[in-house]
């Protein structure tokens, strides 16, 4: 049952890790030049190739309860991170992330740096390097959470590289940000759905047993999914009586 | 050294976006971890608060954060 929404959910949560990538590396490429930009993506993917590497043999030797613990606790902090601030989003208090104007910003700025040469720009390197590592890293976690503790590496892998695909086809074809992307949609979902498997999996770490096993992790996303938007509803009325205020 | 300390930063971000509520959530996480790893609770119960607290602790701070921030 699980390889769906394990596929399902990396592959949605990548896709927002690697849209926001994408916006950066754009920004820097068009800006400073590929050639740099470039570089600075493949030094980006191999440290992340090593860091898998490193942490898929370590995996292998942690005994599942431990495992399930640690994963689920990351899995939660993570997911609850995503959907706080997808709600907060849909409640008006914070600004809906615009990739367009990301775009435009990180154009500025990296316009704005200086010290390139024809050759070699650290500027373009750097702002590459750091967006892939890190959004890359939200990937893996995400891949190894969902895939390490149940055996479904398979499925969250796929799920994370037929996005990561996807999103740069996309961007090569487009040669422009996917401004069209509902990014605070799929944060909400992929928050939702990545909370459901970090609270399953560490309730499964501490010895609980959920009731009808595996499509727990269902029940526990429906129930977080009207939560959510119970709290998004309050959070709106909150925000349009301030606006009230004279 | 300042690329790789805003790397780092950027590592811990993608956990503790609020620090607020990352802590609550880790202690309820160790405070249930606990009490069902020393046979204090029950499955049923421990599922409860794991679940129950989760969900309060997302809407004290998004409805305090409302409260807080206002209109963007």
């Known amino acids: 049952m699980q390889a769906g929404p394990v596929a399902a959910t990396s592959f949605f949560a990548s896709s927002v890790e690697a849209v926001e990538a994408l916006t950066i590396v754009l920004a820097a490429g068009i800006v400073r030049g590929w050639r740099s930009a470039l570089i600075g993506v493949a030094a980006a993917l191999l440290l992340l ?49 615009d990739e367009a ?30 967006a892939v590592l890190l959004e890359g890293i939200e990937v893996v976690v ?13 499925p969250a892998s796929l799920g994370a590289v037929a996005a990561c695909l996807i999103v740069v086809l996309a961007g090569v074809l487009l040669r422009s940000p996917l401004s069209r992307v ?5 944060k909400f979902v992929v928050g939702v759905m990545v909370s459901a498997f970090g609270l399953f999996w560490f309730g499964e770490g501490i010895g609980v047993h959920w009731p009808y096993g595996d499509f727990a992790i269902v029940g526990l996303m429906a129930l977080l999914l009207v939560a959510s938007a119970v709290g998004v509803t309050i ?9 009230s205020e004279p | 050294m300042n690329a790789i300390t805003n790397v780092l930063r950027g590592i811990a971000g993608l956990f503790f976006d609020d620090g607020t509520l990352a802590l609550v959530i880790v202690a309820l996480l160790i405070a249930t971890g606990y009490a069902r790893h020393s046979q204090w609770i029950s499955d049923t119960v421990a599922m409860s608060i794991l679940v129950a607290g989760t969900i309060a602790a997302l809407l004290e701070n998004v409805i305090r954060f409302a409260h807080r921030a206002g209109p963007s």
Not at chain 1, 59 to 76: C, F, H, K, S
Not at chain 1, 182 to 186: F, Q, R, V, W
Request: aromatic content about 8%; proline content about 3%.
């Open chain 1, 142 to 154: 995400i891949v190894i959470g969902l895939g390490a503790t149940g055996n479904r590496m398979l």
């Open chain 1, 235 to 243: 959070a709106r009325r909150i925000v349009a009586l301030k606006r």
């Open chain 1, 101 to 130: 104007a990301n775009f435009i910003r990180e154009r500025g700025a990296l316009a704005a740096a200086t010290g390139a040469s024809p050759r070699w720009d650290a500027v373009a390197f750097l702002a590459s390097f750091k």
């Open chain 1, 49 to 97: 190739v090593a860091i898998v590497a490193a942490f898929g043999k370590a995996i292998a030797e942690v005994p599942i309860q431990y495992l399930q613990v640690a994963v689920g606790t990351l899995l939660l902090l993570f997911g609850i991170r995503w959907l706080r601030k997808a709600m907060l989003r849909y409640a008006g208090t914070i600004d809906l992330r």
């Open chain 1, 182 to 186: 509902p990014e605070n949609t799929l």
